[in-house]
């Protein structure tokens, strides 16, 4: 009986195919901003984020690297004043100054972690997604066993680990404390276990759609299919777990700095400018007022702006 | 029709003992994985010979006899063996000539034994037990506050659907949800305890459970909890109360709320009875998996108000290399979170008998 009368259906499509082809469809990206533009506190975010970027860059061209990292004990735990607009910290250095370079290390972290992350999270979600089987079993029960164990306890392991004697680097005629390389990588190779089964659970569904299958009968090669047919379909949710991604990273090396693991002064971070603050509570609030501010500041702008994108990205979520 | 039921029952607590069974065996196995995977990142971790000895071990026999003796010698696996099961089955040698003489002390993790602290040569389980309380008075009140406010909260904004109320709280709970721990304790530090007490204003204590001039008194525990409470709370309150609101809004929207008040029963019954109780259901999920989690403590908040508890224990002994208890949390932590996952889906079939495993 329901295989005799498909009929109607497809007349009552028609009509609408002929509609849409008037007006071309929108791609992806442009389609999403429409959504994006709608999220108030998103657009908030972008805002945040930009003045938070000319803060540190410009700032650099204010101030020297030299001045953000020159000591005077003469005026340590200066109050804010014309001189200081944030005041002093313990050895008498610019806090100004050293938020800038501090914003600059702890972007740079948050990025970087992110895309060691998402490397790693693709490729083995990826696999385990795609092949199944024992490569899925093996691949799984490892990523459990990261998650049984709170990743904050894992980093101050990992900190410890690779604590040590680790020589300074210089990239770019600037030296850097090699503890900002470890934490990068300690940061990353723990935090990739959540969007690893995100994009497992994407390769799950997509792997059974029929262009993989038509890709496949063309002989399109296994790497292919993975990274051209297949991964370029499920970037929206990989788009939005990297960019929340980067806020959890930034308070993840405060969390490690602040605990006393992480990078190395003379390298300025806003979670290692934290470091002992609480020693000075009774009578320097600016210690950390204002490093714990701009964390803040970025932490939340970032997470206003990923929620905007799960709301642009997410097809499942409402229409424009 | 009452025996038919019966062997209903049967059948589904047979299911039931088989699926908890078939889990357990899952887990163990992940357990064993995860003690490899920390044991051996816990070998870097500094010199055990300094931690234990301080200064006073210079003498080179010395150093070497104490790594014999605590088999620091040895290849990692036969570690990890005699950490797994204990050494008492074979001899150590102690003196260096190659011949084990002096029988094993260590018992083993497997029959209960972590090993010796390094740091205060206590037991390292008796140390972990110590502590143990202390952060689950600590992480149970706030996990209660948490829920409880939460539970309000989330309700109350999910009845008023995109009204101001409800914005303002979104807005809030992001701000909460990205709040740095240490940024919301200093700053709660800074205020109710370091400018109350600057204007006269009665102060709250910021270190500690107890004031040593007081005494061990229920109040002082009271006031001292209050600080390290709100900032833990605060912090996941948000991820609980966004969550029971998407649980309410939806199951505001079913048949049955709508049969409820199409046959007129009053509101509030409709919405604490009808919605409230099928909306809390996926609630136990979420804090039966947080609830092992707690065991570990808040890390930076126990350090911030000094409060004697496992996170402030984990912290001071992993900066000195103390592997034993370092090793021994971490476990503690493993198994937990194991079991508790097990118990969250037998408790939630339970609860919700549309939920089968097989």
Not at chain 2, 32 to 46: A, E, H, P, R, T
Not at chain 2, 279 to 307: H, N
Request: glycine share 8%; with cysteine.
């Amino acid at each position: 009986m329901t295989v005799a009368t498909p009929s109607p259906n497809v007349q009552s499509i028609k009509p609408i195919i002929l509609d849409e082809l008037e007006a071309p469809p929108l791609p992806l990206s442009k389609m999403a901003w429409l959504k994006f533009r709608r999220h108030k506190m998103a657009l908030v975010g972008v805002g945040i984020l930009i003045v938070i970027i000319l803060y540190c860059t410009l700032g650099g061209v204010i101030f020297s690297e030299k001045y953000a990292n020159y000591n005077d004990t003469g005026i340590a735990l200066q109050p804010p004043s014309q001189v200081h607009p944030f005041g002093t910290d313990v050895i008498g250095r610019d806090i100004l100054a050293r938020t800038v370079y501090g914003g600059q290390i702890s972007l740079l972290i948050g990025l970087t972690a992110v895309m060691l992350e998402t490397t790693l999270g693709i490729l083995i979600g990826a696999a385990s997604g795609y092949f199944g089987g024992l490569v899925d079993n093996l691949l799984m029960r490892f990523t459990e066993a990261i998650l049984i164990i709170p990743q904050i306890f894992l980093l101050l392991v990992m900190a410890k680990f690779f604590a040590g004697n680790i020589p300074n680097i210089t990239i770019l005629g600037r030296e850097f404390s090699g503890s900002v390389v470890v934490i990068i990588a300690i940061i990353g190779l723990t935090s990739w276990p959540y969007l690893a089964r995100i994009v497992r659970a994407e390769f799950l569904t997509l792997k059974e759609s029929e262009f993989v299958l038509a890709a496949r009968a063309t002989g399109t090669s296994t790497p292919d299919i993975i990274f051209r047919h297949i991964l370029p379909n499920s970037i929206a949710p990989i788009v939005v777990s990297a960019t929340l991604g980067v806020a959890n990273a930034i308070t993840l090396e405060a969390y490690i700095s602040f605990l006393g693991l992480g990078v190395r002064p003379p390298t300025a971070t806003w979670g290692n400018m934290l470091e002992g603050a609480y020693s000075y509570i009774e009578n320097a609030y600016w210690l950390w007022l204002f490093p714990g501010l701009l964390i803040l500041l970025i932490v939340l702008s970032i997470n206003f702006v990923g929620d905007g994108l799960r709301d642009a990205l997410d097809p499942r979520s409402r229409a424009v | 029709m009452h025996r038919a039921c019966n062997i209903l029952l049967d059948l589904y607590k047979y299911a039931m003992t088989r699926y908890i069974i078939r889990r357990l065996l899952q887990g163990i196995p992940l357990v064993f994985l995860v003690s490899i995977l920390l044991f051996v990142l816990l070998q870097n971790m500094g010199d055990p010979l300094a931690t234990m000895g301080g200064r006073s071990l210079t003498r080179r026999e010395d150093r070497e006899r104490l790594a014999r003796q605590l088999g620091l010698d040895k290849p990692i696996l036969v570690q990890y063996v005699y950490w797994l099961i204990g050494n008492d089955w074979t001899k150590v040698d102690i003196n260096g000539d190659g011949i084990g003489e002096t029988p094993g002390i260590r018992k083993g993790v497997l029959r209960g034994d972590f090993g010796t602290s390094l740091v205060t040569r206590q037991p390292a389980m008796q140390l972990i037990l110590s502590r143990l309380p202390n952060t689950l008075l600590l992480m149970l009140v706030s996990e209660l506050v948490v829920v409880l406010g939460a539970l309000f909260i989330g309700v109350y904004s999910a009845l008023r659907q995109y009204s101001f109320a409800d914005n303002l709280i979104t807005t809030l709970s992001f701000i909460g949800y990205s709040m740095p721990i240490f940024f919301l304790a200093l700053g709660a530090m800074y205020i109710f305890a370091v400018n109350f007490k600057r204007w006269g204003l009665p102060y709250l204590p910021t270190v500690g459970m107890f004031d040593p001039q007081i005494g061990q008194t229920p109040w002082q525990l009271l006031i001292h909890m209050i600080l390290p409470v709100t900032v833990i709370s605060v912090n996941s309150f948000s991820g609980y109360s966004r969550y029971i609101r998407s649980t309410m809004l939806e199951a505001m929207n079913q048949d049955y709320i709508r049969t409820a008040r199409a046959k007129g029963l009053p509101r509030r019954e409709t919405v604490f009875i009808h919605a409230l109780k099928n909306a809390s259901l996926p609630i136990v999920t979420v804090v039966g998996l947080d609830l092992p989690f707690l065991l570990g403590g808040a890390l930076v908040t126990e350090r911030i108000f000094a409060w004697p508890g496992m996170g402030r224990l984990f912290i001071d002994h992993v900066s000195r290399g103390d592997t034993p208890v370092v090793m021994g949390i971490m476990m503690l932590i493993a198994i937990a979170v194991v079991i508790f996952q097990i118990l969250t889906d037998v408790v939630y079939a339970w609860l919700d008998p549309r939920i089968r495993y097989d």
